[in-house]
């Protein structure tokens, strides 16, 4: 069942979190150096009975805020300003828009606000600072994509038994990518439990770098296979390839560098394989690698080479 997304504005988070506080901060902060509550609810734009509530410690506010030292600062300056009179209600804008933006810049805004929308955790989201950027965008389907695969194979009957030692991992790369930080998996893999599929946390790019090897081998050869998965070499599973017209690549296991032997083998075959396996060796456990265009590719050839285990 697909999650309800909570669309919250940053804009939100700073009426709603900053503004109450920075006001709360001003407010003790001109009374400290000697403005009455009726002087310093007019600098504020508020109610005498509000400046009350804030000078006595009431008025809420998030530490988070409260203890940055950017707002600290900000907010020093423009009690000083306000109460010597080298600064007026335009200049005192100015600063807190300023300050905004600051917090807005992987500061407490962006915290509170992926707390308020958990779809931006581990995006890098800078949508307050840079608008819409195609990179973000990118990188925020590869990651629904990786979600998507890790509870497409959750779903799948007796998943279990085709998890290794090891752990199962899903890994999807950018396009064109680099590295293994172009590459989002699950962090810490994906385990059985109980004869059920554990799914440790929302995935992450360069979160590992044994399926991105994987992945990025592969996209070498390809660049329209983008997405990878590990699980155990079982022989039924690779009968099973081959009875759906798939011919499984037999790879060496105890080998160097394991991204330019498969990038060796990929380029022998002519193509990528949809299922890559070896036999395991010494401290090295069997492992299969399931490849499609897209994570989700991968985890529904999985679970359709999986539907007919009757073990």
């Given at each position: 069942?697909?999650?309800?997304?909570?669309l919250?504005?940053?804009?939100?988070?700073?009426?709603?979190?900053?503004?109450?506080?920075?006001?709360?901060?001003?407010?003790?902060?001109?009374?400290?150096?000697?403005?009455?509550?009726?002087?310093?609810?007019?600098?504020?734009?508020?109610?005498?009975?509000?400046?009350?509530?804030?000078?006595s410690?009431?008025?809420?506010?998030?530490?988070?805020?409260?203890?940055?030292?950017?707002?600290?600062?900000?907010?020093?300056?423009?009690a000083?300003?306000?109460?010597?009179?080298?600064?007026?209600?335009y200049?005192?804008?100015?600063?807190?828009?300023?300050?905004?933006?600051t917090?807005?810049?992987?500061?407490?805004?962006?915290?509170?606000?992926?707390?308020?929308?958990?779809?931006?955790?581990?995006?890098?989201?800078?949508?307050?600072?840079r608008?819409?950027?195609?990179?973000?965008?990118?990188?925020?389907?590869?990651?629904?994509?990786?979600?998507?695969?890790?509870?497409?194979?959750?779903?799948?009957?007796?998943?279990?038994?085709y998890?290794?030692?090891?752990?199962?991992?899903?890994?999807?790369?950018?396009?064109?990518?680099?590295?293994?930080?172009?590459?989002?998996?699950?962090?810490?893999?994906?385990?059985?439990?109980?004869?059920?599929?554990?799914?440790?946390?929302?995935?992450?790019?360069?979160?590992?770098?044994?399926?991105?090897?994987?992945?990025?081998?592969?996209?070498?050869?390809?660049?329209e296979?983008?997405?990878?998965?590990?699980?155990?070499?079982?022989?039924?599973?690779?009968?099973?390839?081959?009875?759906?017209g798939?011919?499984?690549?037999?790879?060496?296991?105890?080998?160097?560098?394991?991204?330019?032997?498969?990038?060796?083998?990929?380029?022998?075959?002519?193509?990528?394989?949809?299922?890559?396996?070896?036999?395991g060796?010494?401290?090295i456990?069997?492992?299969?690698?399931?490849?499609?265009?897209?994570?989700?590719?991968?985890?529904?050839?999985?679970?359709?080479?999986?539907?007919?285990?009757?073990?």
């Amino acid at each position: 069942m697909n999650q309800t997304m909570s669309l919250v504005l940053p804009s939100e988070i700073v009426v709603d979190r900053f503004l109450p506080t920075v006001r709360a901060m001003l407010a003790t902060r001109l009374a400290d150096r000697g403005l009455t509550q009726q002087e310093i609810a007019a600098e504020l734009g508020v109610t005498q009975a509000a400046v009350s509530k804030y000078v006595s410690g009431e008025g809420g506010g998030d530490d988070r805020f409260r203890d940055h030292p950017e707002t600290v600062a900000t907010v020093d300056r423009i009690a000083d300003g306000l109460a010597s009179g080298e600064m007026d209600g335009y200049d005192a804008l100015a600063e807190l828009l300023a300050l905004v933006r600051t917090l807005e810049d992987r500061g407490p805004v962006c915290e509170i606000h992926e707390e308020e929308m958990p779809e931006l955790r581990g995006l890098g989201c800078d949508l307050c600072v840079r608008g819409l950027d195609p990179d973000v965008r990118a990188e925020r389907d590869v990651l629904a994509n990786v979600r998507t695969a890790a509870r497409t194979l959750a779903s799948i009957p007796r998943m279990a038994d085709y998890v290794p030692n090891v752990g199962t991992n899903v890994g999807m790369a950018l396009p064109d990518p680099d590295d293994e930080t172009d590459v989002a998996a699950v962090p810490g893999r994906i385990y059985a439990m109980g004869g059920r599929i554990e799914i440790p946390a929302n995935p992450e790019f360069g979160a590992s770098k044994h399926v991105a090897t994987a992945v990025l081998a592969a996209n070498t050869v390809d660049p329209e296979v983008r997405g990878a998965i590990n699980v155990a070499t079982d022989d039924a599973l690779l009968d099973r390839a081959r009875e759906a017209g798939i011919d499984p690549l037999e790879f060496d296991a105890d080998y160097e560098d394991r991204g330019d032997h498969l990038r060796e083998r990929f380029a022998e075959r002519g193509t990528v394989p949809p299922v890559a396996y070896h036999r395991g060796a010494f401290g090295i456990e069997p492992a299969t690698y399931v490849f499609g265009g897209t994570a989700v590719e991968a985890a529904e050839l999985i679970e359709s080479l999986a539907a007919d285990d009757s073990r």
